[in-house]
């Protein structure tokens, strides 16, 4: 249905923030993204320059690791939070390796949209994302309305 | 009453054994009887005297009498003189009236005279008076014939006066034997009346012992013995033991045998008190694990055990009479004493725990119980303290505190492992899984070596992900840190599921999957995805292995408190030999021959795992043909109205 109302391209075109400490699960992310026909990708492995990034590069999606030295996922969520305009819809997937249910649980009560274990099917994420960004741009499509 | 004080103790004891109301009978009968003798003798001496008058009377009538026939003859006579002088017959008139009244006189006296000699006398009177009047008859007869009598009369008057002579002397002899006699009465009716008046006065005396003797009975027989027992039962009240009593047998002496067995009662019981009492002291004199010892109003030390010897180090003649604050270190001695005895007052007892000091110095940590001791009007008679030497406990307690600790720590510190182990070793995974999938993906670009080199690869992650995730399980469970969320499930639900979830698996290995479910339903207690969990690993192998049979079979069997859950299959089966590895981790019974099925290793173990942390217990048995799978899970408490029949396992063909 919202095929019908969301170009593809449109999707494709948004902006997407990874952020991971491990290199290698960075390098899939980007190669699924890019295979998935994404374009405006970021990727950061140190979380500590995250939230510049996040303000910088004003994404649309947010990818995000939570268990990473020095600053965690967790306290990103939280700065994301602060930063976010109230009105504002940018969802943030958190892909973890913590697979308990309260880091489950602390995740998506501190502003998580969606929440996948590690290690994760890659078309499962794929879709998820898609399916974030079509809220997303649904979403400003009805504040413009 | 005391025998000594009785005259005569037989009869002393006689008389205490009576009843109250015999001796009271006897007090008031003893004046009246006495009373009614003396009116009895008082009659029968005054009959006497009356009978003694009528004697004395009688006697002077025998004296009138015998005048009387006396002057009769003697007139008779003189007339008859007279006559025969004159013959004139009035000289006659006389001697008519003799004849006429003398024999009535005689008559007279013959019944009247009692006595004996008189009797004899009136005998000669009458013979006398006989001739007498038998002489004057003759005297007239001769003189009525008119001739001359002169002659014949003449003697025959002398004769006639001589005769009445001798009457007169028989009459005198009468008359003083009467005299006599008559004294003789008198002398009797004084005799009477002296007899009765002594009887009268020996009557008062008797009486009036009577009445003393009625008072002295009374007063030895229940006023005395009444006295005495008042005294008993003073001494009685003072606690004191009553002298044992002869036994009488009246209501005063039964009470005073009451109140000696009382008495005697009272001591056997006071003695036993002080047995007790003497015990309980020796029982608080030894104890050594407990410090005992008492304290007056104000704290000074009146008594000490040896518990307290044992731990304070004091003896007992050094710390008498000092002040328990002694055992108080410097930081508290100033206030602490005085506040524990304010709550112990206020509120009846204190405890407290904490330092004390020993005689030498050295430091103990005590328990502490104060107790108010208060008399029966509640006044403060001072305080009992009991203190126990705590150190070594509060030790061991820290020392357990501080494992206790240690282990919480190392729980955690398992589970934050486990945790870490769990996302290290995922992350790695993620992206050889994650490429490998992208590479998959792609496969069409690569050659065909190429291709199952991708395969290998991401079958290989997904099993190290399978063993990953079993490990983590097992590990889960055994460290404790799984929660299980234990309910009431109905059997019957679990198969419906199992059947959903399963019989893709079983179909797919070419296999019917039979399920004979319970019939009533039975509800189980079990965490629902756990369970499931366990059936899915049993039914799984039960497929993977069978690769000659025809079915797998799920059954169940209900118990009293718990229901068997089987899973069968008629497979080649397991040698016994090694069944009791079947739940081993890793140990998948001859890597070789089952190498071509896909597994952990881990299915059985977690299935293990998982049962008993349900409360439940996991086998095997080997059948005729194929193998058996089994575990139970409890069944909720329930009425024992109907006794859970074995439901035999009917293996019936459900389409």
């Known amino acids: ?145 | 009453m005391r025998a000594g004080t009785a005259p005569i103790p037989a009869l002393a004891r006689f008389w205490a054994d009576r009843p109250l109301a015999v001796k009271g009978l006897v007090v008031i009968v003893l004046p009246l009887a006495v009373l009614l003798g003396s009116l009895v003798s008082l009659y029968l001496a005054s009959n006497a005297e009356t009978r003694a008058e009528d004697d004395v009377r009688r006697a002077f009538a025998i004296q009138r009498d015998t005048y009387q026939v006396h002057a009769l003859l003697a007139e008779a006579a003189a007339g008859v003189r007279g006559y025969v002088l004159t013959g004139e017959d009035r000289f006659l008139e006389p001697y008519r009236k003799a004849q006429e009244d003398v024999p009535v006189t005689i008559a007279r006296l013959d019944s009247a005279i009692e006595d004996t000699i008189v009797r004899s006398h009136f005998e000669d009177l009458r013979l006398i008076e006989r001739d007498k009047r038998e002489g004057l008859r003759e005297i007239v007869e001769l003189a009525e014939g008119g001739m001359d009598t002169s002659g014949e009369v003449e003697p025959a008057l002398t004769d006639n006066k001589l005769a009445l002579d001798e009457l007169r002397r028989s009459i005198d002899d009468i008359q003083q034997r009467e005299a006599v006699v008559l004294d003789e009465r008198r002398a009797r009716v004084d005799d009477v009346r002296r007899g009765f008046l002594i009887l009268t006065a020996v009557s008062a005396l008797v009486g009036l012992l009577g009445s003393l003797s009625a008072v002295y009975l009374f007063s030895t027989g229940i006023v005395r013995r009444v006295r005495r027992l008042e005294g008993d039962a003073q001494a009685l009240a003072k606690g004191e033991r009553l002298t044992e009593m002869p036994e009488e047998a009246d209501e005063v002496g039964r009470l005073a045998q009451r109140l000696v067995r009382a008495s005697a009662l009272l001591r056997a019981r006071e003695d036993d008190l002080r047995a007790s009492e003497e015990r309980f002291r020796l029982v608080i004199e030894r104890v050594r694990d407990y410090g005992i010892f008492a304290l007056d109003p104000k704290g000074i030390v009146t008594s000490w055990n040896l518990g307290a010897e044992r731990i304070k180090g004091w003896r007992a003649e050094d710390i008498l009479g000092r002040h328990f604050s002694s055992f108080y270190p410097p930081e508290t001695r100033e206030y602490l004493p005085a506040q524990m005895l304010e709550r112990a007052r206020k509120s009846g007892s204190a405890e407290d725990e904490g330092w004390r000091i020993r005689k030498d110095g050295s430091r103990f940590w005590a328990n502490v119980v104060i107790t108010a001791l208060r008399n029966e009007d509640g006044e403060l008679q001072g305080f009992a303290k009991v203190t126990r030497d705590m150190t070594e406990r509060r030790r061991s307690e820290n020392a357990l505190r501080t494992a206790r600790e240690e282990a919480e720590a190392a729980s955690r510190a398992k589970s934050e492992f486990l945790s870490r182990t769990s996302h290290e070793l995922r992350t790695p995974l993620n992206a050889i899984l994650g490429f490998g999938q992208l590479l998959e993906i792609d496969e069409e670009k690569f050659g065909k070596s190429h291709r199952e080199a991708i395969g290998q690869i991401t079958k290989a992650g997904r099993h190290l992900l399978a063993l990953i995730n079993d490990l983590l399980d097992i590990s889960s469970i055994e460290a404790g840190g799984t929660d299980l969320k234990i309910e009431e499930i109905d059997l019957n639900e679990l198969f419906d599921e199992i059947r959903a979830l399963a019989s893709p698996i079983v179909a797919s290995a070419g296999l019917s999957f039979e399920l004979s479910q319970p019939e009533p339903s039975v509800a189980v207690l079990a965490d629902r995805r756990r369970v499931m969990q366990v059936l899915l690993n049993l039914v799984g192998n039960a497929a993977k292995y069978n690769r000659e049979g025809t079915f797998v079979r799920l059954a169940c069997r209900l118990r009293d408190t718990d229901v068997e859950v089987r899973v069968e299959d008629d497979g080649p089966g397991i040698p016994v030999d090694v069944a009791e590895r079947l739940f081993t981790p890793f140990d998948r019974l001859g890597q070789q021959d089952r190498a071509r099925v896909e597994g952990t290793g881990l299915g059985l173990a977690l299935s293990k795992s998982l049962v008993e942390s349900m409360g439940g217990r996991i086998g095997f048995e080997p059948l005729d043909q194929g193998s058996r799978f089994w575990f139970s899970l409890l069944r909720p408490d329930q009425a024992r109205d109907t006794p859970a029949e074995e439901q035999p396992s009917a293996f019936e063909d459900t389409p």
């Open chain 1, 1 to 145: 249905m919202t095929a019908q109302l969301i170009d593809p391209s449109e999707i494709t075109s948004r902006r997407i923030l990874a952020i991971d400490d491990e290199q290698a699960n960075v390098l899939l992310l980007r190669n699924l993204l890019e295979r998935e026909g994404y374009s405006d990708i970021e990727c950061l492995t140190d979380p500590g320059s995250a939230l510049q990034t996040y303000i910088d590069f004003e994404p649309d999606l947010v990818l995000l690791d939570l268990m990473m030295p020095e600053v965690d996922g967790f306290q990103l969520l939280e700065a994301f939070g602060r930063y976010d305009r109230a009105e504002e819809f940018r969802p943030v997937l958190v892909l973890t390796a913590d697979t308990t249910l309260q880091a489950r649980r602390r995740a998506l009560a501190l502003g998580a949209k969606d929440f996948v274990a590690k290690p994760f099917d890659v078309i499962e994420v794929a879709l998820r994302i898609s399916n974030l960004l079509e809220t997303r741009i649904l979403y400003e499509r009805l504040r413009k309305a």
